[in-house]
């Protein structure tokens, strides 16, 4: 099991830049997938980008893609979500989740990843 925390979100402008961190604890931390998801007020949580154990692998969304990054650094057991270019409808609460299972590699389905942050909130103002 991983326990997962997320940081950095906030409220910022159209155009502008936010950083998301998830400091994860947990022996298993190096060896799972990990992906970011968002939910807006009244709609679904939605897959947003995922990145397999090591790091060589990213995948994102069309909606995002070509503006947010995924990354992660094991030795501090971490994972991030570059965000640029921010637009009003990236609004909502981001969570990470960890998938323990799958064997390291990432998934876009949110039933294929085991623990879940608690969220961070991104609010972009036009």
């Known amino acids: 099991q991983v326990q997962l925390v997320e940081s950095g979100g906030g409220l910022v402008q159209a155009g502008g830049s936010l950083r998301l961190s998830c400091a994860a604890s947990g022996r298993t931390f190096s060896r799972s997938a990990m992906g970011w998801f968002r939910q807006a007020p009244g709609k679904e949580r939605e897959f947003v980008a995922a990145?397999?154990?090591?790091?060589?692998?990213?995948y994102y969304a069309d909606s995002v893609k070509g503006r947010f990054t995924i990354s992660r650094d094991n030795a501090k057991n971490t994972v991030y979500l570059q965000m640029n270019s921010l637009k009003p409808e990236s609004t909502a609460v981001y969570y990470c989740?960890?998938?323990?299972?799958?064997?390291?590699?990432?998934?876009?389905?949110?039933?294929?990843?085991?623990?879940w942050g608690q969220g961070t909130q991104v609010t972009v103002s036009s």
């Open positions: 990145i397999n154990w090591s790091g060589s692998s990213t």
């Open positions: 989740a960890a998938r323990t299972s799958g064997r390291g590699t990432w998934s876009t389905f949110r039933d294929d990843y085991d623990d």
